[in-house]
């Protein structure tokens, strides 16, 4: 026979009674806890096995289709069930976490004509648009005895959408020594509704 500890309804706490734990229960709870065991290893199996299916979908989508229909010079493709597989270019890019580096990013933007994408903090809010007058005013309030706090900042959809915009238009891209930036194709089905 086994022993345990019973502990009595929820935070009520008895003093601990002893029950007799029979062969059979200590079966159950092997088998149970077997099962336990057995099922987390499966769950960490299907996990690795749905990230090496999510990795070849993403060859196929943006490296394999793009390269064929390219070679086809297609970018759509009707298919027999009415689908169809177009091929469109998807944009990436991040800005620097090291504060010297995002210094060096936020100075190219400005230099680019693209500042009005930073969004600069200083105890109120100053949206796109306004790096120039947020930054007056940090001036302004350090000139006069202020002790300023800063943050600046760039909406990562809006940087994208720019990203794509100086591409469709030829424009010099953000290099990629400062940004980390991405620019590739990929296949997207269009399922038949």
Partial sequence: ??????????????????????????????????????????????????????????????VKIPEWMQDKNLSQLKLNDGSSIDIKNFYGITIPKDPDQRSTAYQWLRDNNLGDLIKNEIAARFGRNEDGKALEFAKLATANGYEVEQNLKVEPMTLKATLRELHEKGAALPPEEIFKTFVGRQAKVIRKK
């Fill in 1 to 62: 026979y086994i022993r345990k500890k019973r502990i009595m309804e929820k935070s009520n706490f008895k003093e601990d009674e002893i029950e007799q734990v029979t062969n059979d229960d200590a079966a159950t709870i092997g088998v149970l806890c077997q099962e336990l065991v057995d099922t987390e290893a499966e769950i960490d199996s299907l996990k690795e096995l749905l990230k090496q299916k999510q990795e070849h979908a993403l060859d196929i989508r943006q």
